[in-house]
């Protein structure tokens, strides 16, 4: 390791708060709120260089094993530019990379991580090992978040970016007398309607990690820091989604519907209903 830095394993989170809010990784997933809800499953580590805090690390763990479920992010969270130059920036940013495979993964036995949309450079896992044809590597899959930009725009302003096909759908639904929809809390609904569309597809998840999200979900609404929609036909629920609020920023946790509800249309309408609740509200 480059000797300027020094990685530390943490204790508590009286670093975590003031870092957090300021860093260009912040998410719902490094608040300070989820990360004590899960503390027993997540290793937390600082790196340093010298004195001055650069990198915080949080990893949702297993036994010796890094698992991506059931956090959407993980990772790193660096400090933001402020007075450096964007290649100092930047090239810090690679080296603490290299810092964190190299003196923290390097602890585990299997890794399996989401990194935050905002995690720019990941050369650092590319090139670990690239010229040892024995040893491990990392495989990577480049995947990109949806980001709906609503701040300072009126909700038609919004509504014009959605495609033509989705945009009858909303007028279809808002015609539509037998749906209506409404921002209930009812978070055992959207478990219920999870758990059904997962094993109609024979998908895998863990029933003891949805326990906790949902958990934290019902503490998240409590808290005013998450809010769900559900769309009905006739007043039966047919379909619930659920976004965290962190920093003002609404992220889509969860989504599902009515197995047996065969209308297409409600999935989008559930979510056109949380972005118009969200561009009231004032959320980004």
Known sequence: MNKKYFVNKLKNFDLWKSFEKDSP???IFSSIELLKHFKK???LYSINKGSELKSLVYLFKEKKNIISDPLIYSGMLFSPQKKQKNCRYLA???KLTEVFIEEILKKYSNIDLNLHYNFEDIRPFLWFNYNLSNKPKYIVNVRYTALIEIENKTINEIFENFDDVKQRDIKKCDKNVDISFDNKTNIELLKKFYEQTMKKNKGEFSKNNLKKMVN??????NNDKGFQTNVYFKNKPVYSIFFSIHQKIACFLYGAGETNHKDRLSGTYCLWKAIEYCQKKKIK
């Open 25 to 27: 990784q912040s998410s």
């Open 92 to 94: 810090e940013k690679f």
């Open 41 to 43: 499953n997540l290793d």
């Open 216 to 221: 934290f979900m019902k503490q998240a609404d």
